[in-house]
């Protein structure tokens, strides 16, 4: 018994060690390629046809999603023009963000739209409602941010790319492309194949593990301090 605890103990000493020197060593992964596919969904020769020979059309607007510091995570996605800016919130939510049912907000040309807004401000301009359409507020070739979580928050900035007409979809959003999940080295002892941690973008003093340490965590074996 002696023995075990001993061994436990340089552990603890071990891991306490590695982790502050290593906390957000991440894999090398190369630069995003989310600017190349974007000018290839733009020119896509099989793309324009289906768009050309459809019968029924509807208006979408085509928006890059990606993190404001944590660029590895992107999206692309065609979402209808009558959608509301509710709409493309919840989808974010949904896909990347939704922790708890906290707070989020779209700021679009100095312009700030909640799904509740006050009217009770102190300073300022009131923020306006997220029920307004995406064809109201947005105009190709625009960046504007979301927030999500004014505690703890997550910042996300979006493109748009373009405003076209296409096949029309039941679904208000589709998604064209995405970034491929990102490996993260371990953070305790450096293999590169690590648990792929989509929290890591929400959250980032969320540190990557491999299985070999956590399933040693989660069974006790040992600890990080």
Partial sequence: MQNQMEKRRKNRIILSRRYSDTRFRRKKTGSSQRTGIAKHLQTCKKRVDLYEKAEKTEKYFELLLYGAYNKDYWLIIQIKE????????????????????????????????????????????????????????LTTGMIFNYEYDFGSTTEIMVKVLDHYSAQKQNEKVVILSRNNPPEFACSICGNSRSLKRESFFINPTIFPLCKTIQDNLDSGNISLF
């Fill in 82 to 137: 009558n959608a509301t800016l509710d709409d493309l919130d919840r989808f974010i939510r949904d896909i990347w963000v939704e922790c708890c049912g906290h707070l989020s907000v779209f700021e679009i040309d100095g312009v700030s739209y909640e799904r509740e807004p006050d009217d009770d401000f102190g300073w300022g301009e009131p923020a306006k409602s997220t029920n307004h359409t995406l064809k109201q507020v």
